[in-house]
Each structure stands twice: as structure tokens, then as C-alpha cells.
């Protein structure tokens, strides 16, 4: 979908990228190759520039991060995959401030991770450096305000996905266990119908000396993060077939 691109590309909104497109310019090498005037030729040169530019650049992440909108941001998921990973955290649910980070976990397609407050939540600012993307589901409101307030000097990835409001734009409403079931993605039955207080409940039991309620919250964070993947692939898909998909 990158390569398909335009609007990153100052002066250029969605009505122009459709018209590109809409006249067979379908691709950064299309418009590189055109041999008719587009729009004009000092504009023609200016977007010939900023495309050739957006190949220099196809390995940096933050050259596109800073040229799409947090709703256009999906579009480079494809092309920055491999450093992709998918986050979420749990909290203790206290409240008048007392509220703070019990669990995150994070998947990149490969592996989990779980960091634990009280045993290795520290080790979590470096392990997110690795990254250049990352996915949530609400983690524009919830998660990410919470890392940055934990670790104040975290250098998080410079470009993130919030699913939830990717999703609402195909018409996908509701918490994540919501639409893990519009998706038909099922939970294993220890975890099926548990949520966000049942979250604060098995951290509690585990500080009360519980181990299997750790174990279960591990199971249930992890079920979240796992599930993100198939998400974020169908939203992807689904949003590049109906972006690209000729104007009626």
C-alpha cells in the first residue's frame, strides 16, 4: 500500500491520490514514468522529487511517520512488517492516582514477551527499542499515556497503529473480546469472558501469593496480543481492497 501512495506528499489529498489513480497512476514508478503532464509541470517535477525521495527513504519508518496522518498511518504496515510489534498492557486499577502498570506484554509475530512490575517491567524500555511500529487497540487513550508516564524517558517506536479506531473505519465497533468475535477468533476456555477487572482481580490474588492467577493473567495478556496480528492483517487488507478499488 505504501508504494500506492501519494498523500504523503505535501499538497496532495485524498481527491488527487483518487485521481492518480483513477487515471491509471497507480504506483510511485507510474507517476515516475508518466510522460504526459499530470497536474502541471513545476508540480509534476516538485512530486517527481518527493517520490524519488520516498525510495531513497523506503527503510526509514520516521520519514513516513511524519508525512501521514495518525489515520493514514496504516499504510505502511506492510513495508515495515518485520519490525512490527503488537502491545498491550494491564493495570492495578486503583484510583485518585494510585493506578499503575501491572503487565505488558508484547508480540512481534515470532515471540511474547511478558514484563511483570515487581520482577522485570524494567527491562520493557529496551526491548520496545527494537521495534519501529507499533499496534494497539486503544493504545492512543489507555496504554501508551501509561508507559510514558511509568518510564518518562522511554523512547517509544516512532510510528504506531490504535486498531480500534482502524477497525471503526470498516464499520468494526466495540471493545477488542467484541470484535475478536465479529472475527470469529476464538479464546482458550480458561480465559474466554474474562476482562479488564477480572485483569485487576488476578493481579491482586497473585499479590495476595497466587501464582496461578499470574499465570492466568499472562495467558489472558497474551491472548490480547496475539490476537492483534489476524487484526490488524484483515483491517489492512480490507482498507487497501476498498481505498484502491475503482470510484464509482
Not at 491509471?24 to 518527493?50: A, C, H, M, N, Y
Not at 479506531?165 to 477468533?185: P, R
Amino acid at each position: 500500500m505504501l508504494e500506492h501512495t501519494f498523500i504523503h506528499i505535501q499538497g496532495i489529498g485524498p481527491n488527487t491520490e483518487r485521481m492518480f489513480w483513477d487515471r491509471g497512476i497507480r504506483t510511485w514508478d507510474s507517476f515516475l514514468s508518466e510522460k504526459r503532464t499530470v497536474l502541471s509541470p513545476g508540480r509534476d517535477q516538485f512530486i517527481k522529487e518527493e517520490l524519488e525521495a520516498s525510495v531513497r527513504h523506503l527503510d526509514d519508518i520516521r520519514f513516513f511517520s511524519k508525512r501521514l496522518s495518525c489515520g493514514e498511518i496504516w499504510r505502511i504496515y506492510d513495508a515495515f512488517k518485520e519490525k512490527t510489534v503488537f502491545l498491550d498492557i494491564e493495570t492495578s486499577g486503583g484510583g485518585q492516582g494510585y493506578d499503575e502498570i501491572t503487565l505488558i506484554g508484547m508480540y512481534d509475530a515470532h515471540k511474547v514477551q511478558t514484563f511483570i512490575n515487581g520482577k522485570n517491567l524494567e527491562e520493557f524500555e529496551t526491548a520496545i527499542a527494537d521495534y519501529d511500529l507499533m499496534i494497539t487497540f486503544n493504545g492512543s487513550i489507555f496504554d501508551i499515556p501509561y508507559i510514558r508516564r511509568f518510564f518518562p524517558c522511554i523512547s517509544l517506536p516512532p510510528a504506531h497503529i490504535d486498531l480500534r479506531f482502524l477497525l471503526k473505519k470498516l464499520g468494526y465497533s466495540g471493545g477488542l473480546k467484541k470484535i475478536e468475535e465479529d472475527f470469529g477468533l476464538e479464546r482458550a476456555p480458561e480465559i474466554k469472558g474474562l476482562n479488564g477487572y477480572a485483569a485487576v482481580m488476578m493481579w491482586n490474588s497473585y499479590q495476595s501469593g497466587d501464582q496461578n492467577a499470574l499465570k492466568r493473567l499472562i495467558e489472558y495478556n497474551t491472548a490480547d496480543i496475539v490476537n492483534l496480528e489476524p487484526l490488524m492483517e484483515k483491517a489492512y487488507r480490507e482498507m487497501k481492497a476498498k481505498l484502491l478499488s475503482p470510484a464509482c
